[in-house]
């Protein structure tokens, strides 16, 4: 079964709105989690690493304050989107490591399709 | 030169056909490897990891790393339909393992079985 919750899958929603996107690792501790975004037929863009108790580290060309990331616990990371656009719109995945020992893989949450219009 | 690379294909087999994936990395110090199955529209999946040179082999599948080269591999046997989708490759950064790390993709290969 899924081991990274997401919610919710999908998002239609108007410009200016801000949207939470929540990430769950279901039966495991995640002190780092991963947010990427994928536009179609794209590859996947990291967007920040979030970490638990923390700042989230953003990767370049992200803009923290539109993207706002909060790891409050071990088992949830959540993304914000503010004043969404229609450039927002695209696939936002989250993703897990598979617990603390070495060599876990991470695990993805099923995305999140966000639609502004 | 990117950190990890990977054909973009398409790559067409026929059914049944053995499908082989490649991918490079820059990194030599990488030493977690990762393919992962990305079906349209949908979020990645796990398929196989791998730690050691050699052949690791799960069903199907078989991984195959090559640390001296840097290059890592998954063979798909009897290649069927809904085999088709695009893989990712995926290596942790030199001298981290773990699943805590980030990773660094390829853009992916698409694969398509035909009938």
């Known amino acids: 079964g899924a081991v990274v919750s997401q919610h919710p899958s999908r998002v239609i929603c108007k410009s200016g709105t801000s949207v939470k996107i929540e990430c769950r690792s279901l039966?495991?501790?995640?002190?780092?989690m991963f947010w990427y975004r994928q536009f179609p037929k794209k590859s996947l863009m990291l967007m920040a690493t979030?970490?638990?108790?923390?700042?989230?580290?953003?990767e370049q060309g992200v803009e923290k304050d539109k993207f706002l990331i909060n790891h409050a616990s071990l088992t949830l990371s959540t993304l914000t989107v503010t004043s969404a656009h229609p450039e927002d719109s695209s696939f936002y995945i989250c993703?897990?490591?598979?617990?603390?020992?070495?060599?876990?893989?991470?695990?993805f949450g099923d995305g999140t399709r966000l639609s502004i219009l | 030169q990117k950190e990890v690379e990977q054909n973009s294909g398409p790559l067409s087999v026929p059914e049944g056909a053995i499908a082989s994936l490649n991918c490079t990395y820059s990194?030599?110090?990488?030493?977690?490897f990762f393919w992962y199955r990305q079906y349209s529209g949908k979020s990645p999946e796990l398929i196989m990891s791998?730690?050691?040179?050699g052949d690791k082999e799960d069903g199907r599948f078989t991984a195959q790393l090559n640390k001296a080269s840097q290059y890592v591999s998954l063979l798909i046997r009897d290649s069927q339909p809904s085999d088709s989708a695009t893989y990712l490759c995926?290596?942790?950064?030199?001298?981290?393992?773990?699943?805590?790390?980030?990773?660094?993709f390829g853009t992916g290969t698409q694969l398509k079985v035909e009938l």
């Open positions: 039966d495991f501790q995640a002190t780092t």
């Open positions: 979030s970490n638990e108790g923390s700042k989230a580290t953003y």
């Open positions: 791998i730690y050691s040179n």
């Open positions: 990194d030599r110090g990488s030493q977690s």
């Open positions: 995926a290596v942790t950064p030199g001298g981290i393992t773990g699943g805590g790390n980030k990773l660094t």
């Open positions: 993703s897990a490591g598979g617990g603390l020992a070495d060599n876990q893989p991470q695990h």
